[in-house]
């Protein structure tokens, strides 16, 4: 993309006044593509997120629901998530 924009400047100081418009239209056309890429990528993470929500279960914690994962065969939780779980619930308690 920077490339793109420094051709375009590099043409504006260095070609004639009939070559100035050939590099706009790439740079406008790379503009699209890229917007539309980020687009897609977004589109595409919140379905994964979507379908991480739909598999995991959900906990509340003092009265807000919070996510929890608890991956097959694990029965307990390791003391940093019991730590992050408590850590949670003093917020919730400090807030007024």
């Known amino acids: 993309m920077f490339a793109t924009?420094?051709?375009?400047?590099?043409?504006f100081l260095v070609a004639s006044q009939n070559l100035l418009e050939i590099?706009?239209?790439?740079?406008?056309?790379?503009?699209c593509?890229?917007?539309s890429r980020i687009?897609?990528?977004?589109?595409d993470v919140n379905r994964e997120l979507e379908?991480?929500?739909s598999s995991e279960k959900v906990g509340h914690v003092s009265g807000r629901a919070?996510?929890?994962?608890?991956?097959?065969g694990q029965v307990s939780l390791s003391s940093i998530e019991m730590a992050q779980l408590r850590s949670m619930r003093a917020d919730n308690h400090t807030r007024v």
Not at 66 to 72: A, D
Request: charged fraction near 10%; proline fraction near 9%; glycine fraction near 6%.
């Open 5 to 11: 924009y420094l051709t375009n400047f590099l043409m």
């Open 23 to 31: 590099p706009i239209g790439f740079s406008v056309a790379l503009s």
């Open 33 to 35: 593509v890229m917007g």
């Open 39 to 43: 687009s897609l990528n977004v589109r």
């Open 51 to 53: 379908i991480a929500r």
């Open 66 to 72: 919070r996510s929890l994962v608890i991956p097959p």
